[in-house]
């Protein structure tokens, strides 16, 4: 190793302990115990949750697969638009996501075949989105409900009630 890559190697160790100590880097890449929460703003009500999502689709997911090629663990997952409520993904599309990974602290529980309303923000770049919030934007669909009350127009928009 060359001096200069192993000072620049013991400065980031030194920066991202110093992160995680002041509770700055839960999700950063090789934290331990990772728990995502400060890798997302959170918001008070549904309104601002609305509010910061680039899009609101409702679907399936189709596919999840583990994704470390950006140097950090993540989830890239693939979803059938069923419905949108904002943002420029068509029903009847496949849309990739994609999400940090945590450890057990965090569990999405998100399977294939199960039916979301997905709140996510779009980095632009050429990269997926991800949601604004790795508690918050995922949304379970029951039936034609979802367990937050949502704004009645976004509701309509995605055929729920």
């Given at each position: 190793?060359?001096?200069?890559?192993?000072?620049?190697?013991?400065?980031?160790?030194?920066?991202?302990?110093?992160?995680?100590?002041?509770?700055?880097?839960?999700?950063?890449?090789?934290?331990?115990?990772?728990?995502?929460?400060?890798?997302?703003?959170?918001?008070?009500?549904t309104a601002e949750l609305e509010e910061s999502a680039d899009l609101i689709v409702r679907g399936a997911?189709?596919?999840?697969?583990?994704?470390?090629?950006?140097?950090?663990?993540?989830?890239?997952?693939?979803?059938?638009?069923?419905?949108?409520?904002?943002?420029?993904?068509a029903a009847g599309s496949a849309l990739a996501i994609a999400y940090t990974r945590c450890d057990d602290a965090v569990q999405l529980d998100l399977e294939v075949g199960d039916e979301y309303v997905l709140l996510l923000a779009d980095p632009g770049?050429?990269?997926?989105?991800?949601?604004?919030?790795i508690a918050q934007a995922f949304l379970a669909v029951e039936g034609d409900h979802v367990p937050v009350a949502l704004d009645p127009a976004t509701l309509r928009a995605l055929g729920l009630s």
């Open positions: 190793m060359v001096r200069g890559e192993a000072r620049v190697r013991r400065t980031a160790a030194v920066i991202v302990t110093t992160a995680v100590a002041l509770g700055l880097a839960a999700c950063a890449p090789g934290a331990a115990g990772a728990s995502c929460a400060a890798d997302y703003p959170s918001y008070g009500t997911f189709t596919a999840l697969v583990d994704d470390d090629t950006e140097g950090y663990p993540r989830t890239v997952a693939t979803v059938d638009v069923a419905a949108s409520a904002k943002g420029d993904a770049d050429g990269f997926p989105p991800t949601p604004v919030n």
